[in-house]
């Protein structure tokens, strides 16, 4: 395992440079340039428009060397592998505060960020627990699998949000399923007893960030081994759904610019490791 992190680590540091200028050469732009809300609130149509002219292989030969042709259960474990031995960054939940100030910035406004679900533009300092205030969402609900907000799956900011606090507090720990009344805060989402249904702009960005978990934490570092499933009745069994579900919203919300700079400055400045859905939504579909 020593002898595997080491040459992988090695491997990345020596061609991350090349991959990050792959980026910006097949994109014909900078390779941190953002989107702005209204790209990230756009149709999926816009979004399959802005992913095609970024590169997406960029990494192929070096961070997912080990993972490419592969698919099913090997391919999932390969790329645990691999998202598990590169996170050498791993923040407090109080570090996370300023972590999402950084990757969920609004492009138009450095002094903002843009909000999960509701795609508002709020200022920076409104963090704290007011209805008004923005606070820090799991979007794997930490319940589920009772992880807390330890060091680990509780502050992995891979699928921590800023959220308005009234719509995350409506959000719960429910599951994903479509469906339900509109909530007011935040027009096109959706709830009911038992489930949630994120606007259509942040649907592929939801089931990315569940899917990402799954990979991640299987089991092996102490804590719970999470994994979808197609229920909405959870409660705090280590599980989330429904998958049937997830898997159209990645389909219908493919990454878009936005996202795929989060992404990147997750990897550049914090924990070091991808979320591979984001760079090869395909995978979706090869593991599940």
């Known amino acids: 395992m020593d002898n595997f992190r080491v040459t992988r680590r090695g491997r990345i540091a020596l061609t991350v440079a090349a991959g990050t200028v792959l980026v910006a050469v097949g994109a014909q732009i900078p390779a941190m340039a953002t989107a702005t809300p209204a790209d990230h609130a756009g149709s999926g ?38 998202i598990s031995s590169t996170q050498t960054g791993k923040l407090t939940y109080d570090q996370v505060w300023d972590a999402l100030k950084d990757t969920d910035e609004d492009p138009k406004n450095s002094a903002n960020v843009i909000l999960l679900y509701s795609g508002t533009s709020q200022s920076k300092n409104s963090n704290g627990g007011d209805p008004d205030d923005w606070n820090r969402e799991h979007v794997w609900a930490k319940s589920h699998g009772d992880f807390g907000t330890a060091t680990g799956p509780g502050t992995d900011i891979h699928h921590l949000r800023p959220t308005d606090v009234s719509v995350n507090s409506t959000r719960g720990n429910k599951d994903f399923d ?52 197609n229920s909405v009745d959870n409660g705090s069994k280590p599980n989330i759904g429904r998958i049937s579900v997830l898997k159209q919203w990645s389909q219908q919300d493919p990454p878009d610019t936005f996202e795929q700079h989060r992404n990147q400055v997750i990897f550049d400045k914090y924990q070091h490791n991808r979320n591979p859905f984001i760079d090869h939504p395909e995978w979706v579909n090869e593991i599940w």
Do not use: C, W
Request: hydrophobic share 30%; no cysteine; net charge negative.
């Open 45 to 82: 149509a816009t979004a399959v428009g802005q992913r095609s002219s970024i590169s997406v292989g960029a990494y192929d030969d070096s961070y997912y060397e080990d993972a490419i042709g592969k698919t099913g259960q090997d391919l999932k474990d390969s790329l645990h592998q691999i």
């Open 178 to 229: 479509k469906g339900g009344t509109e909530v007011g805060e935040a027009p096109g989402n959706y709830t009911d007893d038992d489930s949630f249904e994120p606007r259509d702009a942040d649907k592929g960005d939801v089931a990315r960030m569940i899917l990402y978990m799954a990979v991640r934490y299987d089991g092996d570092d102490g804590f719970p081994d999470l994994e979808p499933n």
